[in-house]
T-cell receptor, first 114, second 110 residues
Framework: DTGVSQNPRHKITKRGQNVTFRCDPI?????LYWYRQTLGQGPEFLTY????????KSRLLSDRFSAERPKGSFSTLEIQRTEQGDSAMYLC????????????FGSGTQLSVL | GDSVTQMEGPVTLSEEAFLTINCTYT??????LFWYVQYPGEGLQLLLK?????DKGSNKGFEATYRKETTSFHLEKGSVQVSDSAVYFC?????????FGKGTRLHILP
C-alpha cells in the first residue's frame, strides 16, 4: 500500500505534555499538508510544505505548533505544552505540485488531551 | 478569506431517492471547486472537481456544476445507494491550499 501513512493512530496525553505526530506521504508527492479536524467540522488548514520548504502556515496556528519536513519526505508535527483545546483529529495529506488540488489524505491521528 | 458554506446534516434518504447537497462559496478570485467524501472508517478522498465557471464535475453517478453567477456548486445524484452513506465536504482552492466546508452527513436507508 503506497497511501499516506500517519502514526500514531491515537494519542492520549496530559495537559502540558509535548506530542509529536508523523506523516509519511505518497513517495513521489512533493507537497505535504497538515490539517486539523474537530467533531462536526471540516478540516482546517494548518500548514504545508513543498519538498522541505514550509511555504505557508495558518495565521490561527499557535506558536506551540511546529512542523518539519527535513528531507522532503516524511513530516512531523509537534505540539508543545498541550491544552485541552488541542484535542482533535490531525490529518496529513500529500499531492503533486501542479496537480495540487487532488489531496490524498491519511487516516489521521486522534489526539485527546486530558 | 475565502470560505465555503454547505447545508447542515444529517440528510436521511431512502435508497434510489434523488440527492442534492447545497454548497455556496465566497472567494475573491476564481477558485477551483471540489467535493470530497469520507466513508466510514476511511480517509477523505476526492469525489469530483471543477476548475472554471460552467464546468461540470462528475464521478460515481454524482455531479456538480460550477455556477459563478450564483457562487454555487451543488452536489447531485439521481439515485442514491446505501453505499453512498458518508460525510460529504464541499471545498475550494485558495492558492495552493484547499478550504473545506463543515461537511454534510448522508444516511441512506435500504
Amino acid at each position: 500500500d503506497t497511501g499516506v501513512s500517519q502514526n500514531p493512530r491515537h494519542k492520549i496525553t496530559k495537559r502540558g505534555q509535548n506530542v509529536t505526530f508523523r506523516c509519511d506521504p505518497i513517495s513521489e508527492h512533493n507537497r505535504l499538508y497538515w490539517y486539523r479536524q474537530t467533531l462536526g467540522q471540516g478540516p482546517e488548514f494548518l500548514t504545508y510544505f513543498q519538498n522541505e520548504a514550509q511555504l505557508e502556515k495558518s495565521r490561527l496556528l499557535s506558536d506551540r505548533f511546529s512542523a518539519e519536513r527535513p528531507k522532503g519526505s516524511f513530516s512531523t508535527l509537534e505540539i508543545q505544552r498541550t491544552e485541552q483545546g488541542d484535542s482533535a483529529m490531525y490529518l496529513c495529506a500529500s499531492s503533486l505540485a501542479g496537480l495540487g488540488e487532488k489531496l490524498f489524505f491519511g487516516s489521521g491521528t486522534q489526539l485527546s488531551v486530558l | 478569506g475565502d470560505s465555503v458554506t454547505q447545508m447542515e446534516g444529517p440528510v436521511t434518504l431512502s435508497e434510489e431517492a434523488f440527492l442534492t447537497i447545497n454548497c455556496t462559496y465566497t472567494a475573491t478570485g476564481y477558485p477551483s471547486l471540489f467535493w470530497y467524501v469520507q466513508y466510514p472508517g476511511e480517509g477523505l478522498q476526492l469525489l469530483l472537481k471543477a476548475t472554471k465557471a460552467d464546468d461540470k464535475g462528475s464521478n460515481k453517478g454524482f455531479e456538480a456544476t460550477y455556477r459563478k453567477e450564483t457562487t454555487s456548486f451543488h452536489l447531485e445524484k439521481g439515485s442514491v445507494q446505501v453505499s453512498d452513506s458518508a460525510v460529504y465536504f464541499c471545498a475550494l482552492s485558495e492558492g495552493d491550499k484547499i478550504i473545506f466546508g463543515k461537511g454534510t452527513r448522508l444516511h441512506i436507508l435500504p
